[in-house]
């Protein structure tokens, strides 16, 4: 859904960029090339029509756009998160290292003021390495957590469809003394098909969300290199919600 | 109707502007809802609708522009201030030339930043981004509301439009006047952003950290741009108007400085909420007090609240309704700092006197308080005439005296605020930092007050309390803050070096890049003193007023001089070929006209020129000897000119001699008979015959400085003369010439010479102020780029800032005219000066001279200008006035002041001022105030503030240390291995 989004916005631009670039060649045309300040400024008001009128009609359909539609570009609203303010702070602190460090080398500390300093600020700095990382465990125990359930509920289903094969097979030696339950059983196959058929979407969607949820964790391992970027966070909300979805999909079906 | 004219360019335009109104409008709402709903539909659609607006007034602009290119004179605004005449470049910028076309270029720069500024933090603030946007658009409504409804561009003639334009101020087509304007608005408008990011943090309540770093980087560009403005309008001043100086505290020049003062405040305090969480309300009133003076200044020079050459004139609808919008900037403002201020408590406290923080404060502190005292200066002849109706007029001595001593104590802590630690400097290690820079300081006061003496002179500073050798101080403190800066390049190289393992010129550009905020705030602080250094020098000007009764050329080739030697004089004074020198000779070529382009341009050869007939064509001023060699006369299709030819030359010390006894001479011969020094006259004369025999007879070895061309220009379209001065620039001062008078018939010229000692080191010093600036707003992409680290912002969001830095200082060197002084007709303010007014009726004496240096002259020039530095008839007949008063004489001849004592020359000097103030019915005509007011508010705000500062000063200091040892923890606590190593890994990293 994002990639496509993402096409149609260079759709977008890549239409406006050719209106305008049209609009130049047609302007030089009419003046037969000779580029005079008059012309240079109807270029640019034209430059500047086009814009306004691409910008109007996203301000428009702006408004109008699905509220619950998930584009990381126009998440207004969202707090930035615990993790990013920890960040922050671990920035700031090492930081503050720096300087006293700085400061004393510079001979603008004594040593031992520069220690003192230097130590309450590694102690504290170290209290939000400790809540950094506790906050990203949280964030992977609630990943792992749906990946493990999910990983139940499709070992659950295999097996639940092997042992559905199995009694199919013992129920075809029986079919000539049988042909009543045979047709009933064969609408009830037909009743259970599209079941199956919306279990194995929830199952893809489930493995879907299993990857999107590895990625994240891969991603989390990496060093945070923006001061204020929680992107993490976002898409492990994300991969969360797929989850607890995906499970109660299962949940329901098997029911 | 048929013969109304129709222009579609003012149509569109027209309609543009109604739909860029509309649009803002929905902006604000949209901004406001979507924020406080949490509606991210809400808060996209006004940030489109923010770059929608851009393109709509972008359009508008264009249109207008494109109206000035092709002579649409049927819109008023392109007849009133453009000419088919006018180059393009001066037409296009005439765009900001109006009232109305500033306005519209105010909006235009607004709408860019705002474009650039949401593009870059759309992102990191989106939890804010819908309150910035609408705080953006409510300015923006505001503005637009003048364009539609009041001081629309469009407007078009009803009847008949003029066939031509009115064309530009002459005074205005200049170079600096180009970029001057421009530069100043992008520095206001600049300071816009941060106010959205202020409002935006405290209507959300996010009040940490995270807006004041993307804050203090427009913060840096306003600062610049306001130092870039203002720096120009000075130098447009000195190159200009012609009165030797460069900042007369003209109302408009102030609008530019207050938000100067607060944003410069707002860069070191930012520095210390990032640093140590603290001073987060004080951050947030610099941010809304700076935006507020921009506006403030607007109004100034929009509304008629003061007089001033430079502003717009009075509009009492104007005034109001910026009134209204400033009154509810405050209310919005204030109302939102006292919701947040539980949220706004420092983390940290201060804990000693010695320390960078308190330092910062001080700073702080002071820079306030001259935003105040300037802006109360500034309004205090309205304020006057508000409370009792008597206006005053506030004049350059009476800034100067508050605002040296404060000027003062800013470059001293400029040294010395980085040489303490944060948190505390110990003693010890405060006289191991303070040692270097005082020794500097004591060697360089020595110095000077033992070869140079006149640096010995007290001047009165505050309320005339107090008499210090200003001087000397300014000298010494900028000796001190000059060592300060250099010990710190000098210690932190070192520092880099045993880091790094590299060599002095790697560890020092390091030093800069990695610590760019630091040191290129040092770079800042040096071009601050450097420039301090060129202030000084103000107060050794000098000046005289000499008319010439021929120039040279015109006494060799007079037309009593036979063919022989015209042909002579031509060939040996001119150095000229044989064949010119024939044409010189029969008169076929005349070199008093057309010389200067370039047909008849002749140097004066150095071993040659120096027999001029004295006094007729030389003077001698300072080290200086100024040969009057010729007067010019040009003409073309815009104007007519006089040029006065002058060479300068090194003066001989028996040519010095030569002068002095010359005038010596004029001033005994000029006394009545009956008083008359016959013996004194006759050895006068024996000494300036022998002086010329002795100069005819052993050449002088001659060091020529060239040829200046001081001129006046007769604009066909102006009503007045302009003066074109002609500056010698050398590195220790400035040698300063004006054609104040002249006779095209008889060759007499006056001039008036200036001396300014160390002006180069202003702009000088202001270079290196921008050096520095340019340093601090290096993007950290271009650092990551060099040490392979990613960047803050993303590559885009910095280039968008570099370009639009880069834009705006490539827009401004090519652009023209002037929006400060656009209502200025030709000759308004600017008096008769074209007879030479300036050269007569002198001072003769001390009393004379400080009298007529205190009374302003009342024909309005530039400058606000005394009757000392006036040039105009007005003056002139001050100046007789004030010289007839204090030689007056009573019933028995007896003179009426007694001006051999100092008593009488008080008395003299008060009963002089005293008859002024009724003839002109007002202090108005005084150049201090009298008003009681005027020196006890500005005393009980410095003492108090100072006493203020110091009782909470104790208080935080007291509270902060209470805290640290509260909050200290047990020397036991051991760290965790594993998280240290992390801790060390992120330490490591981390340059």
């Given at each position: 859904m994002q990639t496509t989004d993402q096409t149609m916005r260079w759709v977008w631009r890549g239409g406006a960029a050719a209106v305008i670039l049209l609009g130049w060649i047609f302007i030089l045309i009419f003046n037969n090339f000779h580029v005079t300040p008059p012309v240079v400024f109807v270029g640019l008001g034209y430059l500047a029509a086009v814009a306004t009128i691409y910008n109007l009609f996203h301000t428009g359909v702006a408004v109008v756009t699905d509220e619950d539609e998930d584009n990381a570009d126009t998440t207004w609203g969202r707090p930035m998160g615990r993790i990013a303010d920890l960040e922050r702070e671990k920035k700031t602190l090492v930081k503050a290292i720096k300087e006293a460090d700085f400061d004393l080398q510079m001979g603008k500390l004594s040593k031992k003021d520069a220690d003192e300093m230097i130590r309450v600020y590694r102690l504290r700095a170290i209290e939000v390495i400790k809540e950094l990382d506790v906050a990203n465990d949280q964030g992977a125990a609630r990943s792992a957590g749906v990946r493990e359930q999910i990983e139940r509920e499709v070992r659950a289903r295999l097996e639940v469809e092997g042992k559905g094969k199995k009694k199919a097979a013992q129920e075809a030696a029986k079919q000539k003394g049988k042909k009543g339950q045979q047709a009933q059983k064969a609408q009830a196959k037909k009743a259970d098909e599209p079941k199956k058929a919306e279990k194995a979407e929830k199952v893809e969607k489930a493995e879907q969300a299993e990857k999107k949820v590895e990625k994240t964790d891969e991603k989390k391992s990496e060093p945070v290199e923006d001061e204020t970027t929680d992107d993490g966070d976002v898409e492990s909300d994300v991969a969360v919600e797929a989850g607890v979805e995906t499970k109660k999909q299962i949940t329901e079906a098997n029911a | 109707m048929g013969n109304t004219p129709f222009s579609p360019i003012a149509l569109v335009g027209s309609i543009a502007l109604l739909l860029a109104y509309l649009l803002a409008a929905w902006c604000v709402a949209a901004g406001i809802a979507g924020n406080a709903h949490k509606s991210r539909r809400l808060v996209t659609s006004a940030v489109y609708g923010l770059y929608g607006f851009g393109a709509l007034i972008a359009l508008a602009s264009a249109l207008l522009i494109y109206g000035f290119v092709t002579h649409d004179f049927t819109i008023k605004y392109v007849a009133a201030v453009s000419d088919v005449n006018m180059s393009t470049w001066y037409k296009v910028t005439a765009f900001w030339g109006g009232l109305d076309g500033s306005l519209l270029f105010w909006v235009l720069v607004l709408a860019l930043f705002s474009v650039v500024a949401i593009l870059v933090n759309h992102k990191k603030h989106r939890d804010m981004m819908g309150y910035v946007v609408a705080t953006i658009m409510v300015v923006q409504v505001f503005f637009l509301s003048l364009l539609i409804f009041t001081k629309n561009p469009f407007s078009t003639y009803l009847t008949t439009p003029p066939a031509d334009g009115q064309g530009l101020n002459p005074l205005l087509q200049n170079y600096w006047m180009v970029i001057h304007p421009p530069s100043l608005y992008v520095g206001f408008v600049a300071a816009t952003i941060p106010f959205a990011f202020g409002i935006g943090a405290l209507a959300s309540g996010r009040l940490d950290d995270v807006w004041i770093g993307s804050v203090r980087v427009w913060m840096l560009i306003c600062f610049g741009f306001l130092s870039l403005g203002l720096i120009l309008g000075g130098r447009w001043a000195y190159e200009e108007?012609?009165?030797?100086?460069?900042?007369?505290?003209?109302p408009v020049e102030n609008a530019g400085f207050m938000p100067w003062f607060t944003a410069t405040a707002f860069l070191h305090s930012a520095i210390i909420q990032e640093q140590r969480g603290m001073m987060k309300m004080w951050n947030l009133v610099m941010v809304v007090l700076t935006f507020f003076l921009t506006i403030f200044g607007t109004f100034m020079t929009r509304s008629g609240a003061v007089q001033s050459v430079h502003a717009f004139g009075e509009d009492n609808v104007l005034a109001l309704q910026f009134i209204v919008f400033m009154a509810l900037i405050l209310i919005v403002s204030i109302g939102l700092i006292v919701y947040r201020a539980n949220k706004l408590s420092a983390k940290m406290q201060f804990e000693s006197f010695y320390s960078r923080e308190f330092a910062f404060l001080l700073n702080n502190w002071i820079l306030l308080a001259c935003a105040f005292f300037v802006l109360f200066a500034t309004m205090f002849p309205t304020i006057t005439e508000a409370l009792d109706g008597s206006r005053v007029s506030v004049g350059i001595p009476f800034f100067n005296k508050w605002m040296t001593p404060l000027g003062l104590v800013l470059v001293f802590l400029a040294g010395a605020a980085p040489l303490l630690a944060w948190r505390k400097t110990t003693r010890e290690r405060l006289i191991g930092q303070f040692m270097f820079p005082l020794c500097a300081m004591a060697v360089t006061v020595t110095a000077l007050a033992i070869f140079f003496p006149q640096t010995r002179t007290t001047t009165a500073i505050f309320a005339e309390t107090v008499a210090l050798p200003v001087s000397l101080v300014n000298f010494g403190l900028c000796a001190f803050g000059a060592a300060s800066i250099a010990q710190e390049f000098w210690r932190g190289t070192a520092v880099r070096r045993r880091q790094t393992g590299s060599d002095p010129v790697t560890s020092l550009i390091g030093l800069m890049i990695s610590k760019r905020r630091k040191y290129g705030g040092y770079v800042v602080h040096l071009g601050v003193i450097v420039m301090f250094v060129g202030f000084a020098g103000k107060a050794y000007d000098r000046e005289v007023d000499r008319t010439l009764q021929r120039p040279a050329i015109w006494v060799g080739l007079d037309e009593s001089r036979t063919r022989e030697e015209r042909a002579r004089f031509a060939l040996d004074y001119l150095d000229l070929d044989d064949q010119t020198a024939e044409k010189i000779a029969s008169g076929?070529?005349?070199?008093?006209?057309?010389?200067?382009?370039?047909?008849f341009n002749f140097p004066v050869p150095p071993m040659k020129a120096r027999q001029p007939d004295w006094p007729t064509s030389a003077f001698v001023f300072g080290d200086y000897t100024f040969v009057f060699e010729n007067l010019i006369l040009t003409s073309d299709d815009l104007k007519t000119s006089v040029t006065a030819q002058m060479s300068i030359w090194i003066a001989d010390d028996r040519e010095k001699e030569l002068d002095t006894a010359r005038r010596k001479l004029d001033a005994a011969e000029s006394e009545d008979e009956a008083k008359r020094d016959q013996a004194g006259i006759a050895a006068l004369k024996v000494q300036i015959d022998e002086l010329r025999k002795s100069l005819k007879a052993d050449p002088i070895s001659l060091v020529n400085l060239g040829d200046v061309y001081p001129a006046k220009w007769n604009y066909k379209k102006g009503q007045e003369p302009t003066s074109e001065v002609a500056i010698k620039v050398r590195i220790h001062e400035d040698v300063y010439s004006v054609l104040t008078g002249y006779d095209t018939d008889s060759g007499m010229a006056n001039f008036r010479v200036f001396v300014n000692p160390l002006i180069s080191w202003v702009w000088i010093g202001f270079l290196i102020l921008g050096l520095g600036t340019l340093i601090c707003l290096i993007p950290q992409s271009v650092v990551d780029g060099l040490t392979t680290r990613k960047g803050r912002l993303g590559n885009a969001g910095n280039a968008a800032i570099l370009l639009l830095v880069a834009g705006a200082l490539l827009a401004m060197t090519a652009s023209t005219a002037s929006a400060a002084a656009e209502h200025v007709a030709p000759g308004q303010g600017m008096g008769?000066?074209?007879?030479?007014?300036?050269?007569?009726?002198?001072?003769?004496n001390d009393l004379e001279s400080k009298a007529m240096k205190e009374l302003l002259c009342v024909c309005g020039c530039a400058g606000h200008q005394s009757i000392f530095d006036c040039k105009c008839k007005s003056a002139h007949d001050m100046r007789l006035v004030v010289m007839d008063f204090l030689s007056q004489k009573d019933r028995n001849g007896k003179?009426?002041?007694?001006?051999?004592?100092a008593d009488g020359r008080d008395q003299a000097y008060d009963a002089v001022l005293a008859s002024f103030v009724t003839e002109y019915g007002g202090?108005?005509?005084?150049?201090?105030?009298?008003?009681k007011m005027s020196w006890l508010l500005p005393t009980v705000a410095a003492v108090g503030g100072l006493g203020l500062l110091i009782v909470a000063g104790r208080r935080w200091i007291g509270r902060g240390k209470a805290t640290t040892v509260a909050a200290t923890p047990p020397a036991s606590t051991v760290e965790d291995d594993q998280y240290a190593e992390k801790l060390d890994d992120a330490l490591a990293d981390e340059d």
């Open positions: - | 108007l012609g009165w030797g100086g460069y900042w007369a505290w003209d076929k070529l005349d070199p008093r006209r057309n010389s200067r382009d370039g047909t008769d000066t074209s007879q030479g007014w300036a050269s007569m009726a002198r001072p003769r003179a009426v002041f007694d001006l051999a004592t202090e108005h005509v005084l150049a201090t105030p009298r008003n």
